[in-house]
């Protein structure tokens, strides 16, 4: 009666030591990239929160919103969180219950990668 009590104790230990184990190995990737956002949920997010509602798809801006462009932005994130928290002029504040700092991230990061337009006097068609 002994010997098949062994496969089940080893059974028992691997499977109650998992749980301890993934946690850390998770909690080592995340704390390695703290400011990574994810760009393709940022995309959806920008989206969801409304944002592209005043300031386009493309974070392009619109002058019928007065949204200024934050495509690709021009503040640095830490700037960029704090303005969406507290809007100094029109735009409606998101606390942080609303758009966490995660979601910032991954919007910010989104909106890093749409590229700059191009000068006029880089434009061939604007220059003859
Ligand atoms: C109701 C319209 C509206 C919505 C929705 C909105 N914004 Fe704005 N946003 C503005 C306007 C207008 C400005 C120009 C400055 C001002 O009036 O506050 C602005 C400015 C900004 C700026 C400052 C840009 C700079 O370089 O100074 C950032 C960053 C920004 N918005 C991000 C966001 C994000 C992210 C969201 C979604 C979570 C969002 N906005 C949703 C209207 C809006």
Known sequence: MRWP???VGLFLFVFAATPWVLPVARAQ????A???????KGKKLFV?????ECHGRQGQGAAQTGATRVGPP????????????KPT???????????????????????????????????????Q
């Open 5 to 7: 009590d062994l496969p």
């Open 29 to 32: 990737q995340t704390s390695d």
């Open 34 to 40: 703290p400011a990574a956002g994810n760009t393709e």
């Open 48 to 52: 969801n929160y409304g944002c592209y």
């Open 74 to 85: 021009q503040l640095s994130l830490e700037g960029f969180q704090s303005y969406v928290r």
């Open 89 to 127: 002029n029109q735009m409606p504040p998101y606390t942080a219950k609303a758009v966490s700092d995660r979601d910032l991230a991954d919007i910010y990061a989104f909106l890093k990668t749409i590229p700059m337009p191009p000068k006029g006097k880089d434009i061939p068609l604007l220059n």
